[in-house]
C-alpha cells in the first residue's frame, strides 16, 4: 500500500514518491528511527527518482557528473516505528538548469497520512574526477529541468506559510 501521488496530503502536486519499511536495523535506542535514517531515506528516494527517469548511478560515472548537497533543512515531526510503511515524496521546486538545483522532500506515514519529515536539499552539479562544480550535462539538465510554473508558486505559496 501507499499514498498516491495526486493524494490532497501532498504539500505541494505531483510528486515522486518512494515507499519503503522501516527496518529494525534503523530504530535507535529510544524505539525509533534515527534521524540519521530519514537523511539515508532521501538519499534512496532521490535515486529512485532519478532511476523512474531512466537514468543509472552508471550514466552519472559515464558523464563524469554528480549532484552533491550543499545544504540541508530537515523538521523531524514524527516517529517511525520498526514495520512502519512510510512514502516519500520528493520535488525539484528549483533549478537553473545548468549548475544548481533544490529538492524538497516529504515523509508521510501510510497507514494514516500523517507528514513525520519535511526537508529541502540544496544542491550543485559536480565533476567527479575534479570534485569542482560544472555544468549540468543533458541528462542532469533534463532531470533537474526547471520546474512548471505551477510547482514553483505552489512551493513559493508554502513556504509563506
Not at 490532497?8 to 535507535?28: K, M, N, R, Y
Not at 520528493?90 to 538545483?101: E, H, N, Q, Y
Not at 501510510?110 to 569542482?132: D, H, I, N, P, W
Amino acid at each position: 500500500m501507499t499514498i498516491a501521488p495526486d493524494d490532497a496530503g501532498w504539500d505541494l502536486p505531483s510528486p515522486f514518491v518512494h515507499t519503503l519499511t522501516v527496518q529494525e536495523s534503523d530504530i535507535d535506542d529510544f524505539g525509533h528511527a534515527n534521524n540519521a535514517a530519514y537523511l539515508r531515506w532521501a538519499d534512496e528516494t532521490a535515486w529512485a527518482h532519478w532511476e523512474a527517469d531512466g537514468y543509472t548511478r552508471a550514466d552519472c560515472h559515464e558523464a563524469d557528473r554528480g549532484m552533491a548537497i550543499l545544504r540541508t533543512e530537515a523538521d523531524y515531526l514524527g516517529h517511525g516505528r520498526a514495520g512502519e510503511e512510510i512514502a516519500c515524496a520528493v520535488w525539484i521546486v528549483r533549478s537553473d538548469g545548468r549548475l544548481r538545483a533544490e529538492r524538497w522532500y516529504q515523509f508521510r506515514r501510510v497507514s494514516t497520512g500523517e507528514t513525520m519529515f519535511r526537508a529541502r536539499t540544496k544542491l550543485v552539479c559536480f565533476q567527479l574526477s575534479t570534485g569542482k562544480p560544472a555544468r549540468m550535462d543533458a541528462a542532469f539538465a533534463d532531470h533537474y529541468a526547471r520546474p512548471a510554473p505551477e510547482l514553483v508558486a505552489a512551493a513559493e505559496a508554502f513556504a509563506a506559510g
